[in-house]
């Protein structure tokens, strides 16, 4: 596939371990997408794991809200209270139904943004915010440059396809990244139903998540849906694998969940034989000798092909090699490995 990058030297690594017997690891085939642009990042080890043109200018659609959301967790409190304008209530194609005049805090508007994508609490946050939504862009902006974002550029709160507004793939990590870091956005990206007050005529008003991988795909935390006609479908993902942390991004996508659980899926699986990989090695004290081994489970000689069966899991050495040569094993098996599996 063109483009892509699986950011590793290799994909296979030969291991010789004592009595030179090799060990061949390989990392997984990398996910076929509909996704013109993607790309997982391990955010514990903070490296993208593989990417395609990841650094391309794209429209962006309702991910552009996880700018606004961390615009205004900057500038105004929670508790604060936005009179709605005609203007904000006017916005349409996703919305909660603000109607002008009513008194919304920032929390509740907030929640309207990230979890029902609402296009009219997002300009009632850019108006109260920045004056007015062009006020809000430039402080949108400001916040790019502060986040390192080198490809992206904000003209609106809420994603509506329009000239000039744009990112890329890796930048939309970044702003995941940051999100993540902030409790409150954490929360509310993982939030699948909220109720708000009635509307003036005494409809309840409910937001539901737009996005399905929530409750269904294990590991999901988050994030963001979007989608415009010229951005096509969008999807910011945030997976937690045992202790880790992976972003996935996936743009103009054809099937941005199924795009996302194949990407969600390589990454967990790229990760885990990473972290089996290197796990620390043993020494053990045995018979009045000394003994070091490299042990790997019935499990992990499967995933790893090993040449023929290791009958314990182990390689084992005479004391007089012992000394620093687990330390040594476990060097050279950093310096050989991509970075994909957790060389340095």
Known sequence: ?????????????????????????????????????????????????????????????????????LVVRDEVELDERVRITESAAATGEAEIGIAPGELWTVE????????????????????????????????????????????SHFVNPHGLDA????????????????????????????TKLVKFKPDPAGIDRIARSTNKLLGVYPGVVGFKTGFTNKAGLVLV?????????????????EAHFDDSRELLDWGANA????????????VEQGGGSTQSAIRFTVAQQ???ETVKPLADGSFAVSDLQASGLAERIEQWLRSQLPVTLGGE
């Open 1 to 69: 596939m063109r483009g892509i990058r699986l950011l590793a030297t290799c994909a296979l690594v030969a291991v010789l371990p004592p009595g030179g017997l090799p060990i061949s690891s390989e990392t997984p085939d990398l996910p076929e997408l509909t996704a013109t642009a993607w790309a997982i990042y391990d955010v514990d080890a903070g490296i993208n794991l593989a990417e395609l043109n990841a650094d391309d200018e794209r429209p962006m659609a309702s991910v552009t809200k996880i700018m606004t959301a």
């Open 108 to 151: 509740d508007l907030l929640k309207a943004v990230l979890v029902r994508s609402g296009n009219d609490a997002a300009v009632a946050l850019a108006e109260y915010v920045g004056g007015s939504v062009e006020g809000f862009a430039d402080l949108m902006n400001a916040k790019a440059e502060e986040l390192g974002l080198e490809g």
């Open 163 to 190: 000239d000039g507004h744009y990112t890329t793939a890796n930048d939309l990590v970044k702003m995941a990244v940051a999100a993540i870091e902030d409790p409150v956005l954490a929360r509310m990206g993982r």
């Open 237 to 253: 993902s945030v997976m937690t694998v045992g202790d880790r942390t992976l972003v996935g991004v996936v743009m103009n996508s």
């Open 271 to 282: 990760v885990t034989l990473r972290d089996s990989l290197l796990s620390p090695l043993a």
């Open 302 to 304: 499967a995933r790893m």
